[in-house]
């Protein structure tokens, strides 16, 4: 295994990062080995990239970060409510392989987090990669919504639709005079200086002046928004906007910066000029969702790319809690993933340089890359435990 100081190459990694929210991500990584794994998506293909497991399949659109939490339920622009694969920063065109070897990682590197046994773990694997393999030889593209659904993202799903817009409101807002104003908690919402203000403000004012529903996005607050693992330390910003009228029609924005892909430095397939890395992030979304994500643009704000989203009541994410889940359920819900995961790389089949359905079909038909995998999965998590003592060891070092 590898012998190196994690803690400096994490640092190196996050150097132009907001150095205010930084002790948040360095807080995060240190709570287990699975959230250490989930934000240092760079350590993991600077190492697979020395192996020869990320030349064995075809070239596909993939979400580059693809773990056991990065599944969740979304808002589509077709306003249907879907379970899906939900965070595509790393996304790019590249192996096949690539997505599954990360997620086939994660299932080893949470079985301390899931408390389940390593033979347990292996299971799961096995069964993830034998899902994908059956459903994506079947060439059938599979959209999962309440009605087709089971298990624990039936529950998810069938839950999240008593949820509304007004209950999402009253989470993060407050009225003040028949006006609403962000709820800021220093935990999750921060306040911002009148400097940043203006700026996101004559940002979104002036995209908002090339749409027909301008007044849909009239903005009455902003602020700054903590959220997720590896973005932590962007900018990223919460808005409150008018939407179809106030108090309790207004709706929330999430605006944030998008990076390059850390993968970038490893790809070998030639990637479509992107405008801007948020027109990565979106047209890849859209390339592989069953519908995109509602109220998504790609914004140019002061030289970087921004993604704007709407903040939705009904989008939520799995959450891996110690006893959560029977063995049975986890069968289940990887099952779903697997099928969400072939689903996604069948859609994007044959576009902007992907490979074609059929060549897809057939790589599903031939079972020789799954013990490569599975053994790199369980050896890397090994990999990904002595990183995790040896982060926490020197970066909470005074």
């Known amino acids: 295994m ?9 640092q190196l990694f996050n150097r132009h990062r907001n150095p205010i929210i930084l002790p948040r991500k360095y807080a995060n990584l240190r709570k287990n080995s699975f959230t250490f794994f989930r934000g240092t998506s760079h350590l993991f293909y600077h190492d697979l990239a020395a192996t020869p497991i990320r030349h064995l399949a075809p070239f596909v659109w993939i979400c580059g970060d693809l ?14 409510i879907y379970f899906g694969i939900n965070d595509f920063d790393e996304g790019a065109l590249a192996r096949s392989t690539w997505d599954l070897t990360r997620l086939v990682t994660s299932i080893f590197v949470a ?53 509304n817009r007004l209950n999402l409101l009253e989470e993060r807002t407050e009225l003040i005079n028949e006006c609403r104003h962000l709820k800021f908690d220093d935990q999750k919402i921060l306040k911002i200086n009148q400097q940043s203000y203006d700026r996101v403000k004559q940002t979104i004012d002036k995209w908002a002046q090339t749409r027909p529903d301008s007044d849909f996005f009239e903005i009455l607050d902003i602020g700054f928004r903590v959220a997720g693992t590896g973005s932590l330390g962007l900018d990223r910003y919460l808005i409150l906007v ?18 390059t892909s850390t993968l970038q430095a490893y790809l070998t397939k030639v990637q479509p000029q992107w ?21 998504a643009a790609a914004i140019d704000m002061n030289g970087s790319s921004y993604f704007l989203r709407e903040l939705q009541p009904t989008q939520d994410k799995i959450t891996l809690k110690p006893g959560k889940f029977t063995c049975i359920q986890l069968e289940r819900l990887i099952d779903i993933m697997a099928q969400v ?21 057939a790589f599903g038909d031939n079972l020789n890359w799954q013990p490569e995998i599975l053994t790199y999965g369980q050896k890397y998590a090994q990999q990904v435990q002595r990183d995790y003592q040896n982060f926490c060891k020197h970066s909470s070092q005074p």
């Open 67 to 80: 773990h056991l939490e990065n599944f969740g339920t979304y808002k589509g622009d077709d306003r249907q």
């Open 111 to 163: 079985a301390d987090s899931l408390e389940i046994s390593p033979a347990d773990a292996q299971i799961l694997a096995k069964a993830y990669l034998a899902s994908y393999a059956t459903a994506l030889k079947t060439g059938q593209i599979r959209s999962i919504v309440a009605d087709n659904a089971h298990g624990i993202v039936e529950n998810l799903l069938v839950n999240l639709q008593q949820r």
């Open 2 to 10: 590898l012998d190196r100081n994690v803690w400096e190459l994490v």
């Open 275 to 295: 405008s801007n890395q948020a027109t990565r992030v979106m047209k890849i979304q859209q390339l592989v969702q069953s519908a995109p994500p509602a109220l």
């Open 341 to 361: 995961t072939a689903s996604a790389h069948l859609h994007g089949s044959g576009k902007s340089g992907a490979a074609i359905a059929d060549d897809l079909m």
């Open 242 to 259: 008018v939407g179809k009228g106030s108090p309790d029609r207004n709706y929330l924005l999430d605006f944030k910066q998008q990076p």
